[in-house]
């Protein structure tokens, strides 16, 4: 835990900065820097652990664990990297070597509306169209079919699929984040969304719409 520390007129306006520039703050000393960082992005690296997980305090844990361990070595940022890929992969590598001795599989609790490629907007769209008054339990009933599916698709292919599909990153940012080769990651986004839609498309109920993009 950082002490507390009063606000330095010079980082006034810090929250109008990147997030490689505020790195550049941080290993200058400025504290803020890093408080807008971690505002930025708890919400989102917690999210992502979790989808890898299934279980709040270890995402919890492992995202807390994540920022401390990118405050401790700031200075070994570069700004050829984006933060995010940088941080992402600090928790990739968290994740990877704890989850080993976790006896239970990992859970993916996350669910899709639609799902990018890299030359086109959508590779994938589920969506209810429902109108009924129960179009809420419908939705959840459609998602936990979604739910039950990511989870079915092998452990190794995962990561990439979250990144790519739920986080949006690009196939670069993702062999940096994972360590893969470019096409060791295109290879395994590819057999994950084969893996995704075999087991999605025969439990769909007629009452939604399966779409895949040509």
Known sequence: MRPEHRLNPADANLGELTDEELMLRVQEGSNQAFDILVGRYKGKLYTYIYRLLGNEDDAEEFAQEAFVKAYIHADKYRTVAKFSTWLYTIATNLVRNKVRNVKRRPRMLSTWSDFRSEDEGKWMEIRDD?????????????????????????????AAFVLREIDGMSYDEISAVTGLKLGTVRSRINRARSHFKRLIAPVLSADYNFKESK
């Open 130 to 158: 429902s109108k009924r008054p129960d179009d809420y339990t419908e939705r959840r009933k459609l998602q936990q079919l979604i739910q039950e599916a990511v989870e079915k698709i092998p452990e190794k292919y995962r």
